[in-house]
């Protein structure tokens, strides 16, 4: 759940993201395990979300939560994420994330949009492969992270300890919630895009003894180890960095920098060069792991007529939805290139090229979960026999809770991240940021509908039969 390319945007709202980070795990965090607990152990399909959804709203409102859920993937990747790892080569390789490549605004625009290929297609190549090797990228992206955050962490006891550290060191006044704007624009947005994808494993509770019991203890054991782990992180970035020196896009990765002094140049150099291939290495990881998850389920609701035929096709020798997955690799392109170019004609920083891509990354997601939530809550009343591993306590009164909660925060989150206070985009500008907002999502619309119709004008795809009886598991198959 920690996620290396949003810890400098969470970082840089200061004492009281700490806060919010605990408020937001056991407000949202807890019932949206809970929720998704229930659902994924109950109706355990592939095709997850999108299954999910049609058996609620019916295919023209599952076509939509698939949309937003499946594209979210390749514009972060496109986005953040290839931000971040251009950031990182540009910090440790060459000192300063401020760097220009040939001193210019073209020719450095042209060598991140080369850079940001380059990871693009790496990630996607490693979705197209095998799922066995998908899940080594992930496991092995993993202990990376984890390296990179020990490494990062035991140089931050010696920075502190040296007595080098300058940077916020935070009392009780900077816990406290204040500015309204902020919390709203730029802090809760990133902790929701953080905590999401309990959904992505389907199907836990049917492997547990006694799921009514273990399942609550599971979400409580890792919404504190996030928690801890995210909080430790960003409590260390706050007191290595003054304020000024605070990012969105390089709060981590400046940090990082900043404590890495303690050490011999030469060291500190080579530690460098490490780091930055380690950062890019787990920000591949994480994107490929979402990619692999979010492209099958869209694969899915293409061979259920929502998209057109083609995207349900999969490889004969990976087993993987490879035309998806393509089609992911095209879009993260597409997506890098408009947020580099409209960047380059203005302030042409890396800081302002994160805003713009943060906010369309976030909206899409965000907006993915507005369907998501209330599904949950119109299969308990609409399947209220089918036998379910794990149920949400409390009844109907837990299911409205778990449900109301997380669904607060996505419709917060998505509003203020489309519209957030004249604080928040005065690095972009109103207008500039506003466009790179609508214009993608109208796109993601329109896109919807056309392949809506193309999918169930093609006589080669075939309809989902679903049969549920009461107190039965939940079985698909395919039908005329």
């Excluded at 035309?323 to 597409?334: H, P, Q, R, Y």
Aim: net charge neutral; hydrophobic share 50%.
């Amino acid at each position: 759940m920690i996620g290396i390319d949003t810890l400098g945007a969470v970082s840089s709202s200061g004492g009281q993201a700490l806060t919010w980070l605990l408020i937001s795990a056991v407000t949202f965090l807890l019932p949206y395990g809970l929720l998704t607990s229930e659902m994924g152990s109950t109706f355990t399909q592939e095709g997850g979300v999108y299954e999910w959804c049609k058996l609620a709203g019916g295919r023209i409102f599952a076509s939509f939560a698939a949309m937003l859920y499946w594209i979210s993937n390749p514009l972060w990747v496109g986005g953040t994420l290839a931000v971040t790892a251009i950031a990182a080569i540009k910090i440790f390789w060459f000192g300063s994330s401020s760097y220009k490549f040939g001193g210019n605004n073209v020719t450095d625009a042209i060598v991140e949009m080369v850079i940001a290929l380059l990871f693009i297609w790496g990630t996607t190549w490693c979705a197209i492969m095998s799922l066995r090797f998908g899940k080594l990228l992930s496991v092995y992206g993993s202990f990376v992270k984890l390296a990179l955050l020990g490494v990062f962490l035991l140089l931050t006891i010696a920075f502190v300890f040296g007595g080098h550290a300058s940077g916020q060191h935070l009392g009780a006044s900077d816990l406290v919630p204040h500015n309204w704007g902020l919390i709203v624009s730029a802090i809760l947005p990133v902790l929701i895009f953080n905590w999401v994808g309990f959904e992505l494993q389907n199907g836990a509770g049917e492997e547990m003894e006694n799921p009514q019991r273990d399942v609550p203890r599971s979400v409580i054991r890792a919404g504190i180890t996030a928690v801890l782990a995210y909080g430790i992180v960003i409590a260390v970035i706050l007191f290595a960095l003054t304020k000024d020196q605070l990012s969105n896009a390089t709060g981590f990765l400046s940090a990082f920098q900043v404590v890495s002094t303690v050490l011999p140049g030469p060291i500190a150099t080579a530690l460098g060069w490490i780091v930055a291939l380690g950062v890019v290495i787990a920000l591949a990881s994480s994107g490929g792991t979402w990619i692999i998850g979010a492209d099958r389920t869209y694969a899915i609701a293409a061979l259920d007529r929502t998209a057109p035929h083609l995207l349900g096709r999969f490889s004969g020798r990976y087993g993987t939805p490879i035309a998806v997955n393509a089609m992911s690799g095209i879009v993260a392109s597409l997506a890098m290139f408009a947020a580099i170019i409209v960047n380059a004609f203005g302030t042409g920083n890396i800081a302002t090229l994160f805003q713009l891509v943060l906010g369309f990354v976030i909206s899409t997601t965000t907006l993915s979960y507005l369907f998501i939530f209330p599904a949950y809550l119109i299969l308990r009343y609409k399947y209220p026999d089918i036998r379910r591993p794990y149920r949400v306590p409390g009844g109907m009164v837990g299911a409205w809770i778990v449900t109301l909660l997380p669904l607060t925060y996505a419709a917060i989150a998505s509003y203020f991240i489309l519209w957030p206070t004249d604080a928040n985009v005065s690095s972009v500008g109103r207008l500039t940021y506003e466009l790179t907002q609508f214009v993608p999502l109208g796109i993601i619309a329109l896109l919807t509908i056309v392949f809506y119709v193309w999918g169930q004008n093609e006589a080669s795809n075939q309809d989902v039969i679903v049969d549920i009886a009461p107190g039965s598991e939940f079985s698909a198959g395919a039908g005329e």
